[in-house]
Nanobody, 122 residues
Framework: QVQLVESGGGLVQAGGSLRLSCAAS????????MGWYRQAPGNERELVAVITSGGSTNYADSVKGRFTISRDNAKNTVYLEMNSLKPEDTAVYYC????????????????WGQGTQVTISS
């Protein structure tokens, strides 16, 4: 019913930048919060940044000042601009969004993207 497709991952050197995108499609009534999470090998999945439908944002302390989350509501897309990347930012990055579907607008559902690999070399 709903699909989240991420793009923009890759391999960059420390100090470099990447921009991740996550586009939602399907029978969407509305999208509430959208966020980015990451999971490094051997670690639990952790929140990186989240943005509400109204544009309020929240960041993990480890990325504050380096990462910027934004969204284009007309395109149902959320972005993560990542600057000053560090080797410890290496992880699979996942997009997550809270939807209300057209068929059941009173209910909320969480969907995850398939993940995109981000690798930072030292």
């Amino acid at each position: 019913q709903v699909q989240l497709v991420e793009s923009g991952g890759g391999l960059v050197q420390a100090g470099g930048s990447l921009r991740l995108s996550c586009a939602a499609s399907g029978s969407i009534f509305s999208i509430n919060a959208m966020g980015w999470y990451r999971q490094a090998p051997g670690n639990e999945r952790e929140l990186v940044a989240v943005i509400t439908s109204g544009g309020s944002t929240n960041y993990a302390d480890s990325v504050k000042g380096r990462f910027t989350i934004s969204r284009d509501n007309a395109k149902n897309t959320v972005y993560l601009e990542m600057n000053s990347l560090k080797p410890e930012d290496t992880a699979v990055y996942y997009c997550k969004a809270e939807f209300r579907l057209a068929a059941t607008p009173s209910l909320k559902y969480d969907y995850w993207g398939q993940g995109t690999q981000v690798t930072i070399s030292s």
